[in-house]
């Protein structure tokens, strides 16, 4: 059982109980708005006109609510020479994610079923030889990294900064559907092999919508790592090939006099908002499916 | 109908031997029963016949084919496992049908299966259901459907039942016997509980540590075990076993157990099992009575060689249709199985009657049946 009913449990009652509380409440409240606050005031700000911002203060709500800097952060600020807005990088993000996100979560998947159901010798030493990939540092791969895409070809492009992405995020995805396959029984497999299923028939038609909450948890994962991608971003794409984490950074050092803080907010929710966007809707598949396996139903 | 031949099939995991070298034939239309504690390979013999393990040494033979490297989905055969393993995303008429869309079976042969299994089975109104709506029960009959729709040659069952409870588990029991008899198919039936075995088997494999120990009729099997193991296996509550010396009496022969704590008892053998043990004065044997075998003096009919004697009790165990009765002698506690009226309260002194008849002898060192 996912969640339980709580709401039947005796309570203490009489004034003491009600002022701790009360309290208890009040702390969390205090709790929540300080780690609000930074979204209230890039909110407010980019909602703001620029002589509002130099007027007021920092914490002051917009007295005339405008999405100019909205606009222009989308579709005509700056990023170096080029002004087009962010538009172009977020889909050069929307093309590099997801094809990223696609296959590492269907090569994990198929990872993760060959090293639990069709086990062969020495499958637990590969499988620590990918789990180790999910401790090496960004950093660290970076040179290699460099060198393999200028032989492949794919320096500087979109193409290239997916198989990075892809590469580094097989151990993760690799991983979580081990973890999920090694709890399913092997007798479903059996069953199936007799029923004259192959390899890829049982992955498809029996295993992978088995697996859904561990679908779910991979991508989110997958999908948000990559989208707040900086590092990658900016070591192996040039210009016009950036994702919008990088054009981010490049709107705000852009400097053509006055300082525009409205526009940086708003880029900077703009750039924020697909993954803020998935924890919304898929936050609940999340938490469900890494706790799956945990409880039993 | 296949029969199933095995020849001294061994497997190896590592360095472990689990099955050291088992020769079986099984015929046509039979219902095998392996059973025996766990660990004793029988649910890997099973696997090996089923193609799911590879086998290390030997042949096995499957409608006289050797199938030692035919695929498990080429053997024609059929399994239903313990956990059911039932594919938790199908529905139940997908489940059945999943071997058929494997194999490429035109979609209306398809669902006169579905209708003739479904019907047979009773579980036409599960059909469009998944596996995490139906009970045990449902389960176990969805994954009988399954194995069923294929119309194999053998069934194999993997402890199809131990999932079950108590109640269902008698049910499920007589409803697969019944089916055996309506398709008459071979089956093996892998188990650790001792009554199925008896009530389902035409014949029973007893396994013990890789081996089989005895490869009988559930009737040999009870009454004349080839050795200690299967004695005590077979039967709950279990044989009472009661080591003891072969002496002569007022020449007479008896098995004298018990002693020095508690005082011996003398029990006097019929004239068959003297003929077989005696002789060796001062022999170690083992005596072998069932609880059934030892009853309160005087209430059944008389019969030849019966042994009389006394003993305080020492726990009473009503089960409902009989009561067990405990009493200490030779070191451990021997069962004794009377009728509920002829109970008395523990620690009173009581008369018991041994049917000599059924009684069983057993090597002490080497634990065979003399």
Known sequence: MSRNNLGGIVQQKGTRHLMMRTLLFLTLGV???YYLIPLIVMIATSLKSLEEIRAGSLLSLPQDVTFDAWAK??????VGVRCDGLKPFFWNSVAMVVPAVTISTILGALNGYALTKWRFPGADIIFALILFGAFIPFQVILLPMARTLGVLGLAGTIPGLVLVHVIYGLAFTTL???????????GIIQAAQIDGAGFFGIFF???????????VVTVIWQYTQICNDFLFGIAFTVGDSNPVTVALNNVVNTSTGVKE?????AAAIIAALPTLAVYVIAGAYFVRGLSAGAVKG | MSDIRLEMV???????????GIDLAIDPGEFVVLVGPSGCGKSTLLNLIAGLETITEGNIYIGGKRVNDTPPRDRNIAMVFQSYALYPTKTVRNNITFGMVSRGIPKADQDAAVAEISTLLQIERLLSRKPGQLSGGQRQRVAMGRALVRKPDVFLFDEPLSNLDAKLRIEMRTEIKKLHQRLGKTIVYVTHDQIEAMTLASRIAVMDNGHIRQFADPKTIYEDPVDLFVAGFMGSPPMNMMPGK???LGGQCVVSTGGPEDEPLDFLLPPALSERACGQEGRDVILGLRPEAIFAAGTELPGANRFIFERPISVVEPTGPDTMILFHHAGLDVVARVRPEDARPEGTLFMFEADMEKAKLFDAKTTLRI
């Open chain 1, 261 to 265: 803080y409205n526009v940086d907010m």
């Open chain 2, 246 to 248: 072969i002496r002569t």
């Open chain 1, 73 to 78: 952060a989308w579709s005509s600020a700056c």
């Open chain 1, 31 to 33: 709790f929540c708005l």
């Open chain 2, 10 to 20: 061994k497997k190896n995991f590592g360095a472990t031997e689990v099955i050291k």
């Open chain 1, 176 to 186: 979580f559907f081990r973890n999920f396959f090694i709890g399913v029984s092997s």
């Open chain 1, 205 to 215: 038609r029996i295993v992978l919508p088995m697996s859904l909450p561990a679908v």
